[in-house]
């Protein structure tokens, strides 16, 4: 399982980097154009069931680009159910080092969870997708530093992003049944817990991206 699920992962997130280096008349961009164009860090990661280390058919990739100040996201998966509705949660650990297991973090290191409150951790609204008939989704996202008004836990505080170059950026993926079944597609895709079907809104997935780390070269 852990091999080839890794492997096909890989391959769409290196398919996704080729269609990119395609569409810019595919030049190939070296270390130092990256410098110039101020995409300073470029991290693929595998797709994984929540909370588990359990590799599925996806990946995503995060671009944090210093100069425009901005995490430029995108998500490439076939292992979605088909027709249904998903939200996607950013889970910012803005001081890693603070986490139990420092620059590791995991669900035990948000505050609401116990963990410490010097990691200062955001939990907020990403943005919301149907997989098509064949349970395949390729979405793209952008994350800006700054306060965010879509914390997901009332209690928490609304941190945000604060220090693009060292979060640690994790993206989550909820499931909400079918799509316009328990309510609005755009309530479905764009709310944690409201239209959620009889068994409940739930995480299902989850990619983690820490500062310079990638399964696979771009």
Known sequence: ???????????????????????SGGQQVTVSEE????VESVEIANLQVFNTSEIVDGATILIRNFRDQVAEASLSTRALEPEVAYSIWWAVFNR???CAVPGVCRVTDLEVNGGDPRVKVS?????????DTFGTANVSLRLYPGR?????FANSRNYGLIDLRRAEIHM?????????????????????NRACPLDGCRNVFASIHRPGESVADP
Not at 35 to 38: D, E, K, N, Q, T
């Open 123 to 131: 939990v907020f609204w990403g943005g919301g997708f149907v997989a």
């Open 1 to 23: 399982m852990g091999n080839s699920r890794m492997a096909s992962a890989k391959k769409l997130a290196v398919a996704w980097v080729l269609a990119s280096a395609a569409a």
């Open 96 to 98: 890693p080092q603070f």
């Open 172 to 192: 989550v993926l909820r499931t909400h049944g079918p799509a316009g079944v328990a309510g609005t597609v755009g309530e479905q895709v764009g709310t944690a």
């Open 148 to 152: 965010t008004t879509r914390e997901l």
């Open 35 to 38: 410098a110039s164009l101020g």
